[in-house]
């Protein structure tokens, strides 16, 4: 068994990393994969999340394992862990600092978050640098997609336009995911029939083919 590597990576703050990170996490174990996460995010928000997980009384429906880790040590710890799982899933830090570098350079895939505005598609130029400087495939998902607007055709438009590999699913801007990330969750577990987790599995299944 040697997992596959996928870096959630944006050099802009606020993207929504984190929420993908456990989002696809949950919707690969519930597809059967043995999925680890790996935080090297200084905020460690996934690690909070993760811990939240464990806390709830009842146990959650899909079983995952987290590292936390700094930077410089996440190539020995990718070692150790590809092999006892099928998916490793790694939130780096925003900016392209050394860290964000090492998660990049070590992934078969680069996740890239992107709200549709053009301060958030200007603002991933680093990241996507970064990934083609690695000759690392990237995948950029349009992420807190509102509700309606022309902007989102639009942000899509010009990033295809730039021949970036964009996804066809989409991940909106609802409440779902906020409430199932604050009790450790996700929305797959708390509103599996949700639009939601219609929109993350939809992900899933259109990242799971590299996998």
């Known amino acids: 068994m040697t997992a596959k590597i996928l870096t959630i990576a944006q050099q802009k703050g606020g993207a929504g990393k984190t929420t993908l990170a456990a989002q696809l996490a949950v919707a690969f174990a519930a597809g059967g994969k043995r999925v680890a996460l790996i935080d090297i995010d200084p905020q460690k928000s996934l690690s909070t999340w993760y811990r939240t997980r464990g806390e709830a009384a009842a146990a959650p429906t899909q079983p995952l394992d987290l590292t936390e880790v700094a930077g410089y040590r996440v190539t020995n710890e990718i070692s150790r862990l590809r092999q006892r799982y099928e998916v490793l899933i790694i939130d780096s830090p925003p900016h392209a600092e050394t860290e964000a570098k090492v998660a990049v350079r070590a992934a078969d895939l680069v996740i890239v978050p992107v709200q549709p505005s053009p301060m958030d598609v200007w603002a991933t130029q680093p990241t996507l640098d970064l990934a083609r400087g690695e000759k690392v495939a990237m995948l950029i998902v349009l992420n807190r997609v509102p509700p309606r607007g022309k902007i989102v055709e639009t942000i899509r438009a010009k990033l295809s336009s730039d021949a970036l590999p964009v996804a066809k699913a989409m991940i909106g801007n ?14 797959l577990e708390t509103a599996p029939r949700s639009a939601a987790a219609a929109e993350v599995r939809a992900l899933a299944g259109e990242i799971g083919p590299a996998l």
Do not use: P
């Not at 609802?174 to 929305?187: E, K, P």
């Open 174 to 187: 609802r409440l779902a995911f906020a409430s199932s990330m604050m009790i450790g969750r996700s929305v």
